[in-house]
């Protein structure tokens, strides 16, 4: 599986990016997908996610009801809509896959890791 995502940039605060991530693998629906983020001298934290069974996309508390996730099977892609972006939002953005659904918030339920986006949000 080879993930690739796109659409970080620089904006101001109160702005919105959109990343998206595409896949090339045949059973993107197997898998659960997930955005994370890394800032500087922090650790890689979950901010979104939706399962491969369904239901509710998670969401962290620091970007619920700001950030939406979609996922489109038939085209293997999932995408992060992002919204009235903070300066604290500041951080390189990847996107994951992985079918270990006990874990699918967690990074060690993802196997496969696209190369990361910059998102920075200028105040």
């Known amino acids: 599986v080879q993930l690739q995502a796109s659409g970080g940039g620089l904006v101001q605060a109160g702005g919105s990016l959109r990343l998206s991530c595409a896949a090339s693998?045949?059973?993107?629906?197997?898998?659960?997908m997930g955005w994370f983020r890394q800032a500087p001298g922090k650790e890689r934290e979950c901010v979104a996610a939706?399962?491969?069974?369904?239901?509710?996309?998670f969401y962290s508390e620091s970007v619920k009801g700001r950030f939406t996730i979609s996922k489109d099977n038939a085209k293997a892609t999932v995408n992060l809509q992002m919204n009235s972006l903070k300066p604290e939002d500041t951080a390189v953005y990847y996107c994951?896959?992985?079918?270990?659904?006990?874990?699918?918030?967690?990074?060690?339920?993802?196997?496969?890791w696209g190369q990361g986006t910059l998102v920075t949000v200028s105040s």
């Open positions: 994951a896959a992985g079918n270990l659904d006990p874990y699918y918030l967690l990074r060690r339920g993802y196997d496969y």
């Open positions: 693998v045949r059973t993107f629906s197997n898998y659960n």
């Open positions: 939706i399962r491969r069974l369904g239901g509710n996309p």
